[in-house]
């Protein structure tokens, strides 16, 4: 998907996922979108097709009830007048700053464009030794600024109107698009930064030039420490790429000797073309190639946006969009298993999945019985192991059980145990610290098989909060 698609797919997770009682988007929403979403692209769609489809739907409705989320989606991107706008300013920049002094003389050893040469051949070798060391963004401090600037997140949502679960949303979302933008804004800051200084070399030939028309410069130069063949030897190196260019070779010694020191020296006319070209070849002309290299890659990651699909919430939805009912085996242990409890868990798993459930019973296992139901077989989506709250947790009995559950469902599917505590929740409401300690005594006995414990009233159960926990319990287990 494009950055717009995977920045509305990410924005309406960062909403769904906080958005826990289901007052932003009801659970109708949220099966209407996917039904709808299906119908849609097709059964032969990929999947990341389907999840932008959903989001975009599911957007368009919450847009209707909070219009500030349209904008959260619909961010500029990379804020596009930003590159010109700086490239112009770094031109500008240049010229003003080719000003040589106001006796118009050009020391040939420290003209402006020197000290602008030596710079980036600097920030090409610490460029080539970054592909070496393998230098991360935080490797470079100008590029990460820049960076900064360009983020495109959600801005808080401030006032009272706002509801808690959509701010909460908003500040998910800034830091969730944030991580998976990063190297997007870094390829973004990396051709603003070319750019710039490309122009701005283009700017100081430019003011040579220009005041070259009105002025005349003269070239000579000073040293403590070099004569005129070190001098020589300097500039022949240096100027090398601009004599290539132009075909004006550079002076020798002693030409070079009759223009140092307190003489009048000479026109600069010649010099001011070796340093241009110069500048061209190692300035201008990489600094493009690498602006040009830096937005085939930026328009590569914003064009095919690289949004990891195996987060169990992705997961989620795709599995429902395939399979269209989620396949789940309860297994009972020493518990019969009446209607309105099996209807109650039906419910929570529908909302935990946000898709059709098939749940299928298997018979219960008869207390301290060594067989144990073959639940792999049967490739189910969840297996829920059901015990009654009221039973004291034994680990020769109950916890060879569920040790051997989760042997069998090792790497094939998840494996979760609910108590229901109608019977026990109802006897001891009056003592809450009975109710705590035998809960307590069930995670003990099952968290060291790897399994999560969920405790439900399964005849009338909260579903919001039931469905939540149970969710979250397989997106950790993911």
């Known amino acids: 998907m494009d950055e717009r698609a995977a920045r509305t797919v990410v924005l309406v997770r960062a909403i769904e996922t906080a958005d826990v009682p289901r007052e932003l988007l009801t659970d109708a929403d949220r099966a209407w979108a996917g039904r709808t979403a299906a119908e849609t692209v097709g059964a032969s769609a990929m999947p990341d097709a389907f999840l932008a489809q959903r989001a975009t739907l599911l957007l368009d409705r919450l847009a209707k009830r909070y219009a ?29 700053g080719a000003e040589v002094g106001s006796e118009h003389r050009i020391n040939l050893l420290a003209p402006p464009v020197l000290a602008l040469v030596a710079w980036n051949l600097a920030v090409y070798a610490l460029l080539v030794a970054g592909l070496f060391v393998g230098r991360s963004g935080s490797g470079r401090p100008l590029r990460e600024r820049v960076a900064a600037v360009l983020r495109d997140v959600a801005r808080p949502w401030h006032g009272s109107s706002a509801p808690p679960a959509l701010a909460a949303a908003a500040a998910r979302f800034a830091a969730d698009w944030s991580a998976l933008a990063a190297p997007l804004w870094r390829e973004r800051a990396t051709r603003l930064l070319h750019a710039c200084a490309a122009a701005l070399a283009a700017g100081v030939i430019a003011g040579l030039y220009v005041r070259g028309i009105a002025l ?21 190196v240096v100027l090398a790429p601009g004599s290539w260019l132009t075909g004006i070779a550079v002076p020798d010694a002693e030409r070079l000797r009759t223009i140092a020191g307190g003489s009048a020296g000479e026109n600069a006319a010649a010099w001011i073309h070796l340093y241009a070209a110069t500048i061209l070849a190692i300035v201008i002309v990489p600094r493009l190639a690498l602006a040009a290299v830096a937005t085939v ?34 297994v009972p242990y020493s518990y019969t298993v009446q209607l309105p409890q099996s209807q109650g868990l039906a419910n929570v798993l529908t909302r935990a999945f946000e898709a059709p459930v098939d749940v299928a019973w298997m018979p219960s296992t008869q207390y301290g019985a060594d067989d144990v139901p073959d639940v792999a077989a049967t490739s189910p989506t969840l297996a829920v192991a059901v015990f009654p709250l009221a039973a004291t947790p034994e680990a020769e009995t109950h916890g060879v059980f569920a040790a051997a559950l989760a042997a069998q469902l090792a790497g094939r599917a998840p494996l979760v145990a609910i108590l229901d505590t109608s019977d026990f929740a109802d006897r001891f409401a009056d003592a809450p610290r009975r109710i705590a300690e035998r809960e307590a005594a069930w995670k003990a006995l099952l968290s060291p098989h790897g399994i999560d414990t969920l405790f439900v009233r399964l005849a009338q159960p909260d579903v919001r909060d039931a469905a939540a926990s149970l969710a979250a319990s397989l997106e950790h287990r993911s």
Request: hydrophobic letters at 55%; a positive charge; charged letters at 25%.
């Open 216 to 236: 005349e410069f003269r070239a000579s130069w000073q040293s403590t420490f070099l004569d005129a063949n070190d001098v020589a030897r300097i500039l022949r």
């Open 68 to 96: 500030k989320v349209t904008a959260w989606a619909s961010a500029p991107s990379a804020r596009g007048w930003l590159t010109p706008l700086a490239a112009v300013a770094a031109f500008v920049a240049g010229a003003l």
């Open 297 to 330: 890659r930026e328009r590569r990651l914003a064009h095919r946006f690289p949004l990891a699909l195996a987060h169990p919430y992705f997961e989620r939805l795709l599995r429902a969009w395939r399979e269209g009912t989620a396949r789940i085996v309860a």
